[in-house]
């Protein structure tokens, strides 16, 4: 492969019936994916994104079961620990730990984030190809 070509990984969310109902008033239905290149890790959820470069990826856990509640609709910033979900359904995800936390949640970049939990269709599948041990 040249230098400048780099290998593409797109991820789709897994939505349920509920969640999409509750992300549709958002603009999240649509226009939320997970893009995976060969340096840097970008995700989309409707007008919130996380980029870093994949270097700055330090470790994933599959996770859930999830409370509607706590994880439906927008964006969703943890007070305990100021992580950010991308959730569409509440059956399972992946949490993805960040070296240096993240912009995410609001658009000025004031909180960052250590850790992203988003709900691609194959969560297993994501933790594989960012392999990180």
């Given at each position: ?45 409707g ?7 994949r ?24 007070l ?8 569409t ?37 994501l ?7």
């Amino acid at each position: 492969m040249a230098a400048d070509e780099q290998h593409t990984q797109i991820f789709q969310f897994d939505f349920d019936t509920r969640y999409r109902w509750a992300a549709t008033p958002f603009g999240i239905v649509g226009h939320c994916f997970i893009k995976l290149t060969d340096e840097q890790f970008f995700a989309r959820f409707g007008p919130w994104r996380v980029l870093t470069p994949r270097a700055n990826i330090t470790s994933c856990a599959l996770s859930g079961p999830f409370g509607f509640v706590k994880t439906a609709g927008p964006a969703h910033l943890s007070l305990a620990d100021r992580g950010l979900t991308f959730a569409t359904n509440s059956r399972q995800g992946l949490c993805i730990e960040f070296s240096t936390p993240v912009r995410g949640i609001d658009p000025l970049g004031l909180i960052r984030h250590p850790n992203l939990t988003v709900t691609p269709a194959d969560p297993a599948a994501l933790a594989r190809a960012l392999d990180v041990r």
